[in-house]
């Protein structure tokens, strides 16, 4: 069964700093890994999709990698901005399915201004 | 990029009642849709996969007479919480993607619901 862990649970850093989450999966056969935003009571919103033959992505000031190998992923975030806060979750397809997506439990970013 | 609607987006209700979420696909067609559920400070948990026109398939542990989905039409999804509980109260979510040939597989996410039982 695949279990996705992230680390840190939570994360505060001052405005400007660049930053690191990070994501681990249990199952390395996956087909690819998602990175979302979610916003409190709110729903989610992609980020970056890296394919399994993949090694990065990158959107603006975000640049996630993967390393299928070891089971691993990190999203970096560069020059962060209060904006920036919100929950960072990874999610990676189970279940004999593409599709059918296991999520962490998030990262709980907060960029203080 | 694609939207995904879902209407309510908060629904309070007393122990007992049913409730019904709808997810609603704007600008394409979704053969195929998702509902999870997400309780505060837990990550989402895939509940079901519906397929249109044919029977959801629930993940385990899920009751299928509990939680009815119906995927009538390739735009609409339908779960109905029956005889709710205050432990049903979470933040349910619905996903859809087209995956008829030549599609692009981009699986799309709704808003929520915030469903809170009494």
């Known amino acids: 069964k695949q279990e996705v862990t992230q680390i840190p649970a939570a994360l505060s850093v001052p405005e400007g700093e660049n930053l690191v989450l990070n994501c681990s999966f249990t199952?390395?056969?996956?087909?690819?890994l998602q990175w979302f935003r979610q916003d409190p009571g709110k729903g989610l919103t992609s980020l970056l999709l890296i394919q399994s033959s993949q090694r990065e992505q990158t959107s603006g000031r975000l640049n996630a990698s993967l390393d299928k190998s070891s089971g691993r992923s990190t999203l970096y975030i560069a020059a962060s901005q209060p904006g920036d806060s919100a929950t960072y979750l990874c999610a990676v397809p189970s279940g004999g399915s593409n599709y059918k997506l296991t999520f962490g439990k998030g990262t709980l970013l907060t960029v203080n201004p | 990029g694609a939207v995904v609607s879902q209407h309510p987006s908060r629904v309070i209700c007393k122990s007992g009642t049913s409730v019904k979420i709808e997810c609603r696909s704007l600008?394409?067609?979704?053969?195929?849709m998702f509902w999870y559920r997400q309780f505060p400070k837990q990550s989402l948990m895939l509940m079901a996969t519906s397929n249109e026109g044919s029977k959801a398939t629930y993940e385990q542990g899920v009751e299928k007479d509990k939680f009815l989905i119906n995927h009538a039409s390739l735009t609409l999804s339908t779960l109905t919480v029956t005889s709710a509980h205050p432990e049903d109260s979470s933040f349910y979510i619905c996903s859809a993607l087209n995956l008829m040939r030549g599609a692009t597989d981009t699986q799309y996410f709704g808003p929520g619901t915030r469903l809170t039982v009494l």
């Open positions: 199952d390395s056969a996956i087909y690819n």
């Open positions: 600008d394409f067609q979704a053969t195929t």
